[in-house]
């Protein structure tokens, strides 16, 4: 299953970014904000979703299992940082400008709460990234000796 064509397509970091980051500015510059609190299975399609596209965003970035269709570090660092952005964005947006229904200081709350739990899971994110990628450019220790 996980050299499928459809789990390649979605597991690419832009496509997966796309779902996480595109999904969120879905949900909250349009009306499906408000849709989603009248509707209970309407409220959990989309929070399957949000929980599904973040899964599948953090396994694109990182790499705990191998995976027979890596991107480089280098790919995988620039989408991130693209993605982060987007997601800053987004909550600087919500704390100007509520999505429909929300009042103003919830609104200015959950912004807030999105910026800075947001970049405290991207630093760990960043954080596993960047050791995953020194860990595989650093000299082997057989091959230093054997120079040497």
Excluded at 20 to 40: F, S, V
Aim: charged fraction near 10%; charge should be neutral.
């Amino acid at each position: 299953m996980l050299r499928s064509w459809p789990f390649v397509i979605l597991s690419n970091p832009i496509i997966a970014s796309i779902l996480n980051i595109g999904g969120l500015w879905i949900l909250y510059t349009t009306g499906l904000y408000g849709l989603m609190q009248q509707n209970i299975l309407l409220h959990a399609l989309v929070h399957v979703h949000v929980f599904i596209a973040g899964y599948l965003f953090t396994a694109s970035m990182i790499y705990m299992d191998p995976t027979s269709h890596q991107f480089s570090f280098m790919f995988r660092a620039i989408v991130f940082a693209i993605s982060l952005a987007g997601h800053d964005i987004l909550s600087k947006y919500i704390y100007a400008h509520p999505p429909s229904g929300v009042i103003k200081a919830q609104a200015e709350n959950g912004g807030m709460l999105m910026y800075y739990a947001g970049d405290a899971i991207d630093l760990l994110l960043i954080c596993i990234l960047c050791h995953q990628w020194f860990r595989a450019t650093r000299p082997r220790e057989s091959l230093v000796q054997l120079q040497e």
